[in-house]
Protein backbone atom coordinates (compact mmCIF):
# COMPACT_ATOMS: atom_id res chain seq x y z
CA UNK A 1 0.00 0.00 0.00
CA UNK A 2 2.59 2.38 0.34
CA UNK A 3 3.23 2.39 -3.43
CA UNK A 4 -0.33 3.76 -3.80
CA UNK A 5 -0.26 7.37 -3.93
CA UNK A 6 3.07 7.51 -5.98
CA UNK A 7 1.04 5.51 -9.10
CA UNK A 8 -1.74 7.97 -8.47
CA UNK A 9 -0.04 10.82 -8.59
CA UNK A 10 1.99 9.50 -11.69
CA UNK A 11 -1.66 9.34 -13.28
CA UNK A 12 -2.98 12.49 -12.60
CA UNK A 13 0.46 13.98 -13.93
CA UNK A 14 0.14 12.19 -17.19
CA UNK A 15 -3.34 13.14 -17.42
CA UNK A 16 -2.20 16.80 -16.75
CA UNK A 17 0.34 16.61 -19.69
CA UNK A 18 -2.71 14.84 -21.95
CA UNK A 19 -4.90 17.80 -21.60
CA UNK A 20 -2.23 20.78 -21.82
CA UNK A 21 -1.41 18.64 -25.10
CA UNK A 22 -5.18 18.78 -25.99
CA UNK A 23 -4.91 22.64 -24.93
CA UNK A 24 -2.35 23.72 -27.08
CA UNK A 25 -1.74 21.42 -29.48
CA UNK A 26 -4.71 19.10 -30.63
CA UNK A 27 -8.35 19.77 -31.59
CA UNK A 28 -9.74 22.72 -30.48
CA UNK A 29 -6.58 24.22 -29.13
CA UNK A 30 -6.00 27.54 -28.46
CA UNK A 31 -3.99 27.81 -31.62
CA UNK A 32 -6.53 26.54 -33.83
CA UNK A 33 -9.72 28.69 -32.00
CA UNK A 34 -7.90 31.91 -32.52
CA UNK A 35 -7.13 31.21 -36.32
CA UNK A 36 -10.87 30.10 -36.60
CA UNK A 37 -11.94 33.60 -34.78
CA UNK A 38 -9.42 35.31 -37.43
CA UNK A 39 -10.80 33.39 -40.45
CA UNK A 40 -14.62 34.50 -39.00
CA UNK A 41 -13.74 37.86 -38.93
CA UNK A 42 -12.01 38.19 -42.18
CA UNK A 43 -15.36 36.31 -43.67
CA UNK A 44 -17.71 39.05 -41.90
CA UNK A 45 -15.49 41.55 -43.51
CA UNK A 46 -15.95 40.02 -46.84
CA UNK A 47 -19.48 39.42 -46.03
CA UNK A 48 -20.28 42.86 -45.57
CA UNK A 49 -18.43 43.91 -48.78
CA UNK A 50 -20.11 42.21 -50.87
CA UNK A 51 -23.55 43.14 -49.23
CA UNK A 52 -23.08 46.86 -50.07
CA UNK A 53 -22.13 45.50 -53.52
CA UNK A 54 -25.59 43.85 -53.61
CA UNK A 55 -27.73 47.30 -52.22
CA UNK A 56 -25.86 48.79 -54.49
CA UNK A 57 -26.37 46.67 -57.59
CA UNK A 58 -30.18 46.35 -56.48
CA UNK A 59 -30.56 50.22 -56.25
CA UNK A 60 -29.28 50.27 -60.06
CA UNK A 61 -31.86 47.64 -61.23
CA UNK A 62 -34.38 49.94 -59.37
CA UNK A 63 -33.40 52.93 -61.13
CA UNK A 64 -33.53 50.98 -64.50
CA UNK A 65 -37.18 49.41 -63.64
CA UNK A 66 -38.55 52.24 -62.72
CA UNK A 67 -37.68 54.57 -66.16
CA UNK A 68 -36.44 55.51 -69.38
CA UNK A 69 -34.53 58.06 -67.70
CA UNK A 70 -31.70 56.26 -65.76
CA UNK A 71 -31.37 54.49 -69.18
CA UNK A 72 -31.20 57.49 -71.00
CA UNK A 73 -28.74 59.33 -68.61
CA UNK A 74 -26.51 55.96 -68.93
CA UNK A 75 -26.55 55.99 -72.54
CA UNK A 76 -25.01 60.01 -72.48
CA UNK A 77 -22.86 59.65 -70.64
CA UNK A 78 -21.55 55.91 -70.64
CA UNK A 79 -21.64 55.87 -74.60
CA UNK A 80 -22.02 59.13 -75.75
CA UNK A 81 -25.17 59.00 -77.39
CA UNK A 82 -27.53 62.20 -78.07
CA UNK A 83 -31.17 61.74 -79.08
CA UNK A 84 -32.62 62.41 -82.79
CA UNK A 85 -32.79 66.28 -83.45
CA UNK A 86 -30.09 66.99 -81.19
CA UNK A 87 -26.93 68.91 -82.04
CA UNK A 88 -23.50 67.81 -79.90
CA UNK A 89 -21.37 70.26 -79.78
CA UNK A 90 -17.64 68.98 -77.88
CA UNK A 91 -15.37 72.03 -76.69
CA UNK A 92 -11.83 71.14 -76.71
CA UNK A 93 -8.98 73.10 -75.55
Known sequence: MRHSPYW???VLVLALAGL???????DGSLAQV???????AEQQGENERLL???????????????GMETVE???????GMVKDG?????ITE
Not at 20 to 26: A, K, S
Not at 34 to 40: A, W
Not at 54 to 62: F, G, K, Q, S
Not at 86 to 90: F, S, V
Open 86 to 90: ETLYQ
Open 73 to 79: ERARHEL
Open 8 to 10: LFV
Open 52 to 66: ERNRILEAEVMELKK
Open 20 to 26: QYRLWVG
Open 34 to 40: SSLKRQI
